[in-house]
């Protein structure tokens, strides 16, 4: 291990300009914890954009190196529970908000945030999920505990976006009937690879929105944009369904009446991965490494160097990413 390791940095030029950068950093810059990652993955999330860009409710403070998450082998460890050498996971937590992310070649981190790389998921596999996938399982989790498959169909809104791509693809995987909501047409083919069995654009999404409750037609939803789209979504879920929500990429609003909590009795979840109990967290890797794991997986992701970050962030930004970005740090 050299004196110094590659880092990807926000800076802010005191203008309220940030740029961003791949530069060489010390090791000592890195924080106090137990465990040193040497990174061979990580994967591009929605909050990375936001912290790349400045985003103060992500990250306070700059210069900053985002990245929720890391997958990589321990290169130091005062924790028994950890030897070097072992290939770990990191996601979320404080990885990458207000401590240096999984876009450098080194993390250092908490050992309660670490978690060791579930059999059946190499560490490429591992960063393929990444927060989006682990998102995506929480979601089904919640879902699939009281909604079975033969309920009826689920929709899933931003469907070609991360977290959106997999719980369509681990959905499909587990037998249930899938419909999607994208703005991109283009997305058509891909979502239906993925097991979509039926597409819908976001004005057919929020078509009758301004009716107190619609037509209960969903059995459950998996929601990643909030806004309009969820409720009317919420509106049209059939007796006993669920609506786990995830995202805000449309609005943090929700404008929703008690319809249809009282007369059909469904069920509205919040789904929090950066806070999400370790023991759960072991839970759904394992069905994510496990009979959860799309046959697909291989094929969601584009792959890209720490240096090829900055297009792909705007991207994501203007929501115009299709299915997951891996980043590759030092495989
Ligand atoms: N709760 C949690 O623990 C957790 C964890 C991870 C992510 N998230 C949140 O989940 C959301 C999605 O994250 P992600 O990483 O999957 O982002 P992403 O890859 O950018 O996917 C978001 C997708 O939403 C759709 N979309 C974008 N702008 C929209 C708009 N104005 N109106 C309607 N749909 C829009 C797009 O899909 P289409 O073009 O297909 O419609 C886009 O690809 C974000 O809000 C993120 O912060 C939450």
């Not at 800076?11 to 950093?25: A, H, M, N, Q, V």
């Not at 400045?54 to 700059?62: A, D, L, M, Q």
């Not at 078509?207 to 409750?213: D, K, S, T, V």
């Not at 584009?302 to 929501?319: A, K, N, T, W």
Request: proline letters at 5%; charged letters at 20%.
């Amino acid at each position: 291990m050299g004196k110094r390791y590659r880092a990807w940095q926000v800076s802010e030029d005191g203008e309220g300009t940030f740029t961003r950068s791949l530069i060489d950093k010390e090791f000592d810059g890195l924080p106090a914890g137990e465990v040193l990652v040497r990174v061979a993955w990580s994967s591009l999330n929605y909050k990375d954009a936001l912290s790349a860009s400045g985003n103060r409710s992500v990250t306070r403070k700059f210069p900053h190196t985002p990245g929720i998450d890391a997958a990589g082998v321990v290169a130091e460890s005062s924790d028994p529970a950890f030897a070097v050498g072992e290939a770990v996971v990191v996601t979320s937590y404080d990885l990458g908000m207000n401590t240096p992310g999984g876009f450098a070649e080194y993390i250092r981190v908490p050992a309660a945030w670490v978690l060791p790389l579930p059999a059946g998921l190499s560490l490429r596999e591992a960063m393929l999920f990444g927060t989006a996938g682990f998102t995506a399982g929480m979601a089904v989790a919640a879902l699939s505990r009281t909604v079975p498959p033969e309920r009826g169909e689920i929709l899933v809104t931003g469907a070609s976006g991360g977290v959106g791509c997999l719980t369509v693809a681990i959905l499909a995987t587990l037998g249930y009937r899938v419909a999607a909501v994208s703005g991109k047409a283009a997305a058509a083919d891909f979502l239906t690879s993925l097991g979509a069995g039926r597409l819908l654009s976001r004005a057919e999404a929020v078509a009758g929105n301004e009716r107190p409750l619609l037509k209960g037609v969903w059995a459950g939803v998996v929601d990643c944009v909030g806004g309009e789209i969820l409720a009317a979504a919420i509106k049209a879920t059939d007796s006993l369904g669920v609506v786990a929500c995830c995202g805000n990429v449309a609005s943090p609003e929700l404008a929703i009446n008690v319809f249809p909590f009282i007369l059909r009795g469904v069920s509205l979840v919040g789904i929090d991965s950066q806070n999400c109990p370790m023991a759960h967290r072991r839970e759904v890797w394992q069905k994510l490494a496990g009979e959860w794991k799309p046959k697909q997986l291989a094929t969601l992701a584009r792959e890209v160097d720490l240096v090829d970050l900055d297009p792909e962030i705007s991207r994501i930004l203007r929501g115009e990413q299709q299915g997951r970005v891996l980043v590759r740090v030092a495989p």
